[in-house]
């Protein structure tokens, strides 16, 4: 098989964690059962594989920085490691992104094995950060280098997504949103993006989104002089988890009567996250419900606060579920899914959703019209419109046979565009691609 001459070095934050951590751990697994020879190079290693490999940043340090840092950790006292890299400390007080991540230089010699493809993932997150942008120049001199952006983080000043902010396009400056991750104290936005900018100018990437609307920025960004290559390639699903399926036993398991209305919301830390919008699902489910006379039970998967109860309006938070098939039979037990979103990519659980026969109303926002077709497979709506999801909701609510019909396309869209074995197909055929060409004479 060509998979056995193949080696490719995932990068990630980590092997497990939200939705761009879990699709390069997908492909890293896919590609393992296919007989290639993959690695993964994290920020923060949480599992015993010994095929990922936490890039060792600490150690790569001074011996001077390497003294602050253990006796912060034996006082207790992290800031104490600061005494270690005081101009690391003054750089991130005035606001510019934190690159001093050693390790990051040493990338292909982490590896026990020659390394043939590099594919890079979020190259921020981890904590405080994992990966300095300046290893990138050697390293596509190397090897070819792949890009998945999973976010805007790399096309502007700090932020992963810039809302309706379009300064990313024209070298950032005097940010309206300094606290949105990856948050940065003072407005050196500016200077970040030029930094980026500079090292970019100095590369040669191939580049990969999940969405045609993310790819459009790319190719408007900073970005765009490294895109040696560029291609849209949708994020995929397991779709022998997620598929339409009996909901009795997990309604009965979750304490739930057939003739409930049921809406689900996924998110990490719902009420918290601020890439969604839940104060307006829970405004429009609650709407809904004061039309009804039977109970209305809006699910919020991905946190623990406290739950609500109002005549018959319930809103109850389920902790994160790591087992799929336990997301899957959430989805199932459901009527409705609602993605209410003031920013999103691609958002992998809008895929679940519609893989297991659901109805879709979500913001049309990123990548989002891109997976829920409007009046096909659900509806879109516009971001915190409240009463348009409330109609949209009603209207699925009174027309059972639309909401079976739209569910029923739901999952065709699914099977047809988004299973992850094409995912993996369309970047593995990529990577012979890339050594085939670099293994061609000039």
Known sequence: ??????????????????????????LFTACRRRGIRVWMAVGAKSTDD????????DRCRSAWARFWLKL???????????????????????????????????????VPGPVGIVHAHNLHGAGTGFFDLRALPPLTDRVPVILTLHDAWLLAGHCAHSFDCDRWERG??????????????????????????????????H???????????????????????????????DLGCFHPGDRSSERRRLGLDERDLVVLSVGNTLRKNIWRDFDSAVAAVKQTAGALTGRTVLLGLGDTDEGVTEDNFQLRYLPHRDDPSKVA????????????????????????????????????????????????????V???????????????????????????????????????????DSYVAWYHELIDTAATPG
């Open 1 to 26: 098989m060509r998979e056995n001459s193949l080696s490719v070095l995932m990068v990630s934050p980590s092997e497990t964690g939200g939705g761009a951590e879990m699709v390069a751990a997908d």
């Open 50 to 57: 010994p095929d990922v490999i936490e890039l060792p940043n």
């Open 72 to 110: 912060a950790n034996a006082v207790g006292k992290p800031k104490i490691r600061n005494f270690g890299e005081p101009k690391r400390w003054f750089d991130r007080y005035r606001g510019r992104e934190d690159m001093e991540f050693p390790a990051s230089r040493r990338l292909l010699e982490a």
């Open 172 to 205: 950032c400056g005097r940010c309206p949103y300094l606290s949105v991750p990856e948050m940065i104290r003072r407005d050196a936005s500016a200077e970040n993006h030029a930094f980026k900018a500079g090292v970019f100018d100095r590369c040669s990437l």
């Open 207 to 237: 580049v990969a989104t999940p969405s045609t609307w993310l790819m459009d920025r790319a190719q408007r960004s900073l970005l765009a002089p490294a895109m040696t290559s560029a291609r849209v390639i949708p994020n995929g699903i």
């Open 329 to 380: 039979a959430l989805f199932r037990a459901a009527d409705i899914y609602l993605h209410s979103s003031r920013a999103d990519t691609f958002p992998t659980v809008v895929l679940e959703a519609m893989a297991c026969g659901l109805p879709v109303v979500a913001s049309a926002v990123g990548g989002v019209p891109e997976q829920v077709i409007d009046g096909e497979t659900g509806f879109l």
């Open 382 to 424: 516009r971001s915190g419109d409240v009463a348009e999801m409330t109609r949209r909701i009603k209207q699925l609510i009174d027309d059972r046979a639309l909401a079976r019909r739209f569910g029923s396309a739901a999952a065709r869209r699914a099977v047809c565009h988004f299973d992850r074995s094409q995912m993996v």
